[in-house]
């Protein structure tokens, strides 16, 4: 069945260092692939989207590239800071089958 | 704010006992999703409805059931509920539920069952 692994937490970083959160996926067919973010105490919010291969999705500084090849989908961004400290969510969807299947999540904490 | 509004946020009940959590989707969003989010399960799907039918249902056990009214808010009724019900349940709209459009979350019920 359709799948999406990502990597362990928590990622601990200080404050304006580089991050990367590795998704991979395994799917029948072409998904759309998306990050969430969930602040703590809240509910989850979409951080970005892509809906086919060499698609890049950014949004507030972070972006991830819906790689085919590697069926991989990493966020990425530059410099981290202390409000980014969230749970980050990859999800996949397929159009024949609405409903969003999810990573474990990533807890992300940022030091000052 | 999505606009997504969950009532109640919190819930708290005896193992054996149904409850009922509400959701009024996004003013003009015809799909509604429901998830259960569990220390270790994770986030699930559980079901999803459009425009007051069924369209697709995931690991939803058949003690829970759901529907969406007239007015487009939906229910999802828990019943015999168990020690491992206790999780956090999120509702999720979307304007017309295909796959690729964004799905808006409300903030949230957390259900604890002693």
């Known amino acids: 069945g359709n799948s999406v692994t990502q990597m362990e937490g928590p990622v601990t970083l200080s404050e304006e260092a580089f991050l990367t959160i590795n998704c991979t996926y395994t799917?029948?067919?072409?998904?759309?692939l998306f990050w969430y973010v969930q602040y703590p105490g809240e509910g989850l919010q979409l951080l970005l989207k892509?809906?086919?291969a060499d698609d890049k999705g950014s949004n507030k500084g972070f972006e991830a590239t819906y790689r085919k090849e590697t069926t991989s989908f990493h966020l990425e961004k530059g410099s981290v800071q202390v409000s980014d400290s969230a749970v980050y969510f990859c999800?996949?969807?397929?159009?024949?089958?609405?409903?969003?299947?999810w990573g474990a999540g990533t807890k992300l904490i940022i030091k000052p | 704010d999505s606009g997504v509004t969950q009532t109640p946020k919190h819930l708290i009940t005896a193992t054996g006992q149904r409850v009922t959590l509400r959701c009024s989707p996004r003013?003009?969003?015809?799909?509604v999703y429901w998830y259960q989010q569990s220390l270790d399960q994770g986030l699930q799907f559980l079901i999803q409805?459009?425009?007051?039918?069924?369209?697709a249902k995931g690991n939803i056990l058949e003690r829970f059931s759901a529907q969406q009214f007239p007015d487009l808010h939906s229910e999802l009724n828990l019943s015999s509920l168990e020690l491992g019900d206790s999780a956090l349940y999120f509702c999720?709209?979307?304007?017309?539920?295909?796959?690729?459009?964004?799905?808006?979350f409300g903030p949230g019920t957390r259900l604890t069952v002693l």
């Open positions: 999720a709209s979307s304007v017309d539920g295909v796959g690729d459009n964004e799905q808006f």
């Open positions: 003013s003009g969003d015809l799909s």
């Open positions: 409805y459009y425009n007051g039918e069924e369209r």
């Open positions: 799917a029948t067919g072409y998904p759309s």
């Open positions: 892509a809906t086919k």
């Open positions: 999800a996949l969807s397929m159009d024949s089958n609405y409903q969003l299947i």
